[in-house]
């Protein structure tokens, strides 16, 4: 238990589908971060929050929208996705600082398949 | 452009020593790290650097050579529980602002 929590846990949704997941971080922490990952690939991370604002951006298509109210909240917002981003959703959350922003601690994870 | 290279595998004896390398190519090196993932389960940080030497950390160390594009982790007294898969990380400044991009990460089995 790494005091960051997600949900859902698993979703199945279609391609026609909109879907939100949570993250939810009890650290204290405010920097937060949306990971992908896909079997046989790199974990890649997709988006970055500091203090609520977004700081990092790694090319991530637009069907993907992140959202980040608060420093305890993050959500990722899905709409007309394909099976290939069928994949593990990792949040995870950290102190914000160049040399924190490394100790980052992680959420078990969102298994998301798209049909 | 950013390229990270790490082993896909290693097997490594309980208690030896295991020295898992990366190599990287950035254009505006901003810091790499290092994460253990066990299978099934989210990554865990181990370590970090920015400056060129070795970081101790217990059991585990780091080491980076900024001009080399070098990075190692130095796993000693091996125990079973660290067979696991270890990225390695890069972050980049560039034009347009911050990117980390990880390797694909080094599966190590650790054999009695």
């Not at chain 2, 099934?40 to 650097?49: I, Q, R, V």
């Not at chain 2, 990225?87 to 390797?103: E, S, Y």
């Amino acid at each position: 238990e790494t005091g960051v929590t997600q949900t859902p846990r698993h979703l199945v949704m279609g391609m026609t589908n909109k879907k939100s997941l949570k993250c939810e971080q009890h650290l204290g922490h405010n920097a937060m971060y949306w990971y992908k990952q896909s079997a046989k690939k790199p974990l890649e991370l997709m988006f970055v929050y500091s203090l609520e604002e977004r700081v990092e951006n790694n090319s991530v298509p637009s069907r993907f929208s992140p959202e980040c109210p608060n420093s305890s909240h993050l959500f990722l917002h899905l709409h007309t996705l394909q099976p290939e981003d069928s994949a593990l959703y990792l949040c995870a959350s950290s102190r914000p600082g160049h040399f924190s922003f490394y100790e980052q601690y992680f959420g078990p994870g969102t298994r998301l398949t798209v049909t | 452009g950013q390229n990270i290279d790490q082993p896909t595998e290693m097997t490594a004896t309980e208690g030896a020593i295991v020295q898992i390398n990366c190599t990287y190519q950035t254009s505006g090196f901003n810091g790499l790290f290092w994460y253990q993932q066990h299978a099934g389960e989210a990554p865990t940080f181990l370590s970090y650097n920015v400056l060129d030497g070795l970081e101790e950390k217990g059991r585990f160390s780091s080491f980076l050579s900024r001009s080399k594009g070098y990075s190692y982790l130095l796993l000693k007294e091996l125990q079973m529980k660290d067979s696991a898969s270890y990225l390695c990380a890069v972050r980049d400044r560039g034009t347009g602002g911050f990117k980390t991009i990880f390797g694909a990460g080094t599966r190590l089995f650790v054999k009695a």
